[in-house]
């Protein structure tokens, strides 16, 4: 499968291709728009700018899969759940993603630590790249 994509969001898949993470920074309060959106949420500021993001965050819920949104290719990656992260960056920054490294074993342990760490991890899909974000191995000590 090939992704015809428009040429504003190719940079970002162009960048996560050499593994970097492309937002854009509102050009006049600074706000990060993660995914990358042409106006700021923030205030409403009409330019923003392309910026890289670390990638670093922390989770702050954990929704484990149920059958209806289940998805096995994602399973074959990893235990995953859905979340809401903020990003180091820009802390009101947040949005949901997939996180990897949770299951029914550790999802309680997580709720109890909220807000956890986590980092970006670049996923290999079926013809194109994604970023999804995974639990830090030392986010429960
Ligand atoms: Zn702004």
Aim: with cysteine; proline share 4%.
């Amino acid at each position: 499968m090939t992704l015809k994509l428009e040429r504003n969001v190719k940079r970002f898949y162009d960048g996560l291709e050499e593994g970097v993470i492309y937002a854009r920074k509102c050009t006049e309060c600074g706000a990060i728009e993660y995914p990358p959106h042409y106006a700021c949420n923030t205030c409403g500021y009409h330019e923003t700018e392309w910026t890289t993001i670390s990638g670093r965050g922390v989770l702050k819920s954990a929704i484990l899969p149920v059958s209806l949104n289940a998805n096995s290719r994602l399973a074959e990656i990893g235990s995953y759940c859905f979340g809401e992260v903020a990003l180091e960056d820009d802390p009101n920054c947040s949005f949901n993603s997939t996180i990897f490294g949770v299951d029914a074993d550790n999802v309680e342990d997580i709720r109890a630590h909220l807000p956890v760490a986590v980092h970006a991890k670049i996923i290999q899909l079926d013809g194109y790249k994604t970023v999804m974000f995974e639990v830090d191995e030392d986010a429960l000590s």
